[in-house]
């Protein structure tokens, strides 16, 4: 069974540019999650869709948003890029959105570089 | 809010040595608690899991129990091998009524571990 895809593994981006990431759950998730981990704030909770609709969002700028697809990939995109923004982006899975009962299965991540 | 506090890092152990990583939390609603490792350039892989007071979770060796009375959820391993060193995320979920938690994990600051052989 494929785990959680994210693609692409690494981008160098400029300041200024905007960025796309993408991620494939495991088959029959519908829960997809965002996080980015950083050195300094650690894993921070971005947000989650299920059913292709936002249900949660952490504190992050409005530069940052999302979607999901009819076939619950999902992808997250990151406008007007800053240096701070460079940061290793996770996606995770779960089952019918009760991760809590089942756990989250993460991907590899894609590593994001701004310059 | 919600939090998780870790013992700070790195943890250095020869191989065979006893493990533990001390996790804490706080939490409004009854939280779902979580292991997590993470193996360099990789993604996060889930140890363990315990979703209320008194489970015990366990996975390869590894060895966590709820316990609410502490808010403490501290990872155990009773002889470590050089291919555990890696980083360890304690993480806590709040299910809704519903049994739902909407994605949002809440992670510890991470315990770097090296196991020297």
């Known amino acids: 069974k494929a785990g959680v895809t994210q693609t692409p593994r690494y981008l160098i981006k400029t300041r200024g540019q905007q960025v796309t990431l993408s991620c494939s759950p495991i088959?029959?998730?519908?829960?997809v999650s965002w996080y980015q981990q950083t050195p300094g704030q650690g894993l921070q909770f971005l947000f989650e869709?299920?059913?292709?609709?936002?249900?949660n969002k952490g504190n992050f700028p409005g530069r940052f948003s999302g979607r999901q697809f009819s076939n619950s990939r999902s992808e997250m995109n990151v406008s007007t890029l800053e240096l701070g923004d460079s940061a290793l982006y996770l996606c995770?899975?779960?089952?019918?959105?009760?991760?809590?009962?089942?756990?989250?299965?993460f991907g590899s991540g894609t590593r994001l570089t701004v310059v | 809010g919600n939090s998780v506090t870790q013992m700070e890092g790195p943890v250095t152990l020869s191989e065979e040595a006893f493990l533990t990583i001390n996790c804490t939390y706080t939490a409004t609603g009854y939280p779902s608690l979580f292991w997590y490792v993470q193996y360099p350039g990789e993604g996060l892989q889930l140890l363990l899991k315990?979703?209320?007071?008194?489970d015990k979770g366990s996975n390869k060796g590894f060895e966590a129990t709820y316990r609410k009375e502490t808010t403490s959820f501290h990872l155990e391993k009773g002889s470590v091998q050089v291919s555990d060193s890696a980083v360890y995320f304690c993480a806590l979920t709040i299910p809704n009524a519903g049994g739902t938690s909407y994605g949002k994990l809440t992670f510890g600051q991470g315990t770097i571990l090296t196991v020297h052989p």
């Open positions: 088959s029959g998730h519908r829960s």
């Open positions: 315990a979703t209320k007071a008194d």
């Open positions: 869709y299920f059913s292709e609709t936002q249900r």
């Open positions: 995770a899975s779960s089952i019918k959105g009760q991760g809590a009962g089942y756990g989250y299965t």
